[in-house]
């Protein structure tokens, strides 16, 4: 099983990323798939999720309105679009599969909104 994330980087405030989770080694489309991020400091907090089939969304209140979660099951990759950032959006974001039984996490990836 992998997870790994790509498309973090240096961004000023205001600006967009869009992060990437490339998945292989179990069935994508029956895991529900969610974003977390960790910032310095601070306890690992989940941002956006996104049911299997992609129907249902939801997304922590501090992001809500920024963020937007997406997913292709054909390619196995789980998508953040993220916009308007902020410096307290610092943080490495990672990627989770989930499905009540199984739980697998990436490597994450690093996001720095800074001028």
């Known amino acids: 099983v992998q997870l790994v994330e790509s498309g973090g980087g240096l961004v000023q405030p205001g600006g967009s990323l869009r992060l990437s989770c490339a998945a292989s080694?179990?069935?994508?489309?029956?895991?529900?798939m969610s974003w977390y991020r960790q910032a310095p400091g601070k306890e690992r907090e989940r941002v956006a999720v996104?049911?299997?089939?992609?129907?249902?969304?939801n997304y922590a209140d501090s992001v809500k309105g920024r963020f937007t979660i997406s997913r292709d099951n054909t390619k196995y990759t789980v998508y953040l679009q993220m916009s308007s950032l902020k410096p307290d959006d610092t943080a490495v974001y990672y990627c989770?599969?989930?499905?009540?039984?199984?739980?697998?996490w990436g490597q994450g990836t690093q996001v720095t909104v800074s001028s």
């Open positions: 080694g179990f069935t994508f489309s029956s895991y529900a």
């Open positions: 989770n599969a989930h499905n009540g039984f199984n739980d697998y």
């Open positions: 996104i049911t299997s089939a992609g129907g249902v969304t």
